[in-house]
């Protein structure tokens, strides 16, 4: 973003034959205010417990999966032109240090239409990345594109609406749904609906490794692990993404799946260990190739 003296926050992981890189958008910052289905002075101590601020910073990452003869594939865009803070919409200059042009991006896998993570698909209504095809889930769409959707919107939801319908505008005919698995080669859709009814991950496996990138989980790390009853009132419906979130920390600790998230702190690869009530997450070790 113009004016960000930031160095991109960029770095690559192995998974079999591909390369995993973690893109960070930027950070802004939350409020207690914004957590649901726990008590707020629990939540603050909970952050304060964690070695966090009272009032969460709420990171942001999108990924960018290269290797294997495969063309670019972006997992959602960050911010872009949407961005609310200068302290975001640095996508584009961390996928600048990966050598990879938005021009050689094939596809866009979106894990869902909020503008956190759409936003940087167009600028001034044209596509940023002209040669890819967008990837959503069909339930995602129905949500916030038909012109309908947009009519029936409350007030105060309307922009969200609008972001995404402009974000994807330019990208008429090369849209494609689903209805989750296998959406390219090696790499299946996995709904975990609630926080948006279309919010999907992405599992992605390459040789016996793989990784599930679980996206909108979790938002505020130090409080919903320990607690994830805790949800976020940007979910669309609270019970549900509480529900999911419940059981897909259930499965991927006993599991020990190896995950990451939209907003798991930089650089958001690790594993979810179970922690009392509640759980911890388990950020992997990196070592910077052999
Ligand atoms: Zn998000």
Not at 113 to 141: F, Q, R, T, W
Not at 172 to 189: F, Q, S, T, Y
Request: hydrophobic share 40%; glycine share 12%; charged share 20%.
């Amino acid at each position: 973003m113009a004016g960000s003296k930031a160095l991109p926050g960029v770095l690559r992981w192995n998974l079999g034959d591909l390369t995993v890189t973690a893109l960070n958008d930027g950070w802004f910052q939350g409020s207690l205010d914004l957590v649901t289905g726990i008590d707020k002075a629990e939540a603050g101590r909970l952050q304060v417990a964690g070695f966090r601020t009272e009032q969460p910073k709420i990171t942001l990452n999108a990924f960018l999966i290269t290797g294997a003869g495969r063309k670019p594939v972006l997992v959602d865009t960050g911010y872009g032109a949407l961005a609310p803070a200068e302290t975001l919409g640095r996508l584009g200059t961390a996928l600048a240090t990966t050598g990879v042009k938005p021009e050689d991006v094939e596809t866009v896998l979106l894990t869902h239409l909020h503008p956190d993570h759409c936003g940087g698909l167009a600028a001034d209504g044209k596509a940023v990345y002209p040669n890819a095809e967008i990837v959503v889930h069909a339930d995602e769409a129905a949500h916030w594109l038909p012109d309908e959707a947009l009519a029936k919107a409350p007030a105060e939801a309307k922009e969200y609406f609008e972001g995404a319908r402009n974000a994807v505008a330019p990208y008429k005919g090369r849209m494609r749904d689903h209805r989750g698995g296998e959406v390219l080669p090696g790499i299946e859709a996995v709904p975990l609906p609630g926080h948006t009814p279309g919010h999907c991950g992405f599992r992605i496996s390459s040789g016996s490794q793989s990784l599930l990138m679980w996206t909108d989980v979790v938002h505020i790390p130090a409080i919903q692990f320990k607690n994830p009853e805790a949800g976020v009132g940007f979910d669309v419906d609270g019970d549900q993404a509480r529900q999911t979130r419940k059981r897909i920390m259930d499965e991927v600790a006993s599991e020990r799946t190896f995950i990451a998230g939209s907003h798991l702190e930089f650089p958001a690869f690790g594993y979810v260990d179970r922690d009392g009530a509640g759980y911890s997450f388990v950020p992997a070790l990196w070592v910077g190739g052999e």
